[in-house]
């Protein structure tokens, strides 16, 4: 019997993590910014929060996500009474589809949340139980070499996602 291969053309490739953490941030917080070599997403989980990214300014709600390219300085303050509740990954990216997630603000599909909660369930039940921060999921536990792969996977699906579905 015949059979005929398919390549796999890559069009995302991420080869480092740089940060991953959730957290809640009070009605209060101003984060006075950064910029850096590496691309960072900011995902609302629960709130309102005022981005600023170069000269554009955006209000994000829960559902939302930013997608900062590199060396775009980015800052934010919280917009809503009762604080937010943010998720935030950066990393190393290129690949043909990373010029489409530039200056994006995307509202996630449902299918797209449940990419991110299924990520969310699996790195709040590997992560390092002896962190310095409870926060940080690159912090994981070292019984499981396949972390940070499965962490990586499940970003590709849901960025993937993102390109096709926007």
Request: glycine share 4%.
């Amino acid at each position: 019997m015949f059979w005929e291969s398919f390549n796999v053309e890559e069009q995302l490739h991420i080869e480092r993590f740089y940060s991953f953490f959730e957290a809640h941030y009070d009605a209060l917080f101003r984060f006075s910014g950064e910029s850096h070599y590496f691309w960072e997403c900011v995902y609302v989980k629960e709130g309102e929060i005022c981005v600023s990214a170069d000269e554009r300014i955006y209000d994000l709600t829960a559902g939302e996500i930013i997608i900062h390219k590199p060396l775009e300085f980015h800052k934010f303050h919280i917009n809503s009474e009762t604080g937010a509740h943010l998720i935030v990954f950066s990393f190393s990216l290129d690949g043909i589809f990373s010029d489409y997630l530039r200056n994006k603000i995307i509202k996630l599909s449902e299918d797209e949340k449940h990419i991110l909660n299924l990520l969310l369930n699996y790195v709040r039940t590997h992560k390092n139980p002896h962190a310095n921060n409870p926060e940080d999921f690159l912090e994981y536990d070292s019984r499981y070499p396949e972390y940070m792969q499965i962490v990586r996977s499940y970003i590709y699906i849901l960025l993937l996602s993102l390109t096709s579905n926007n």
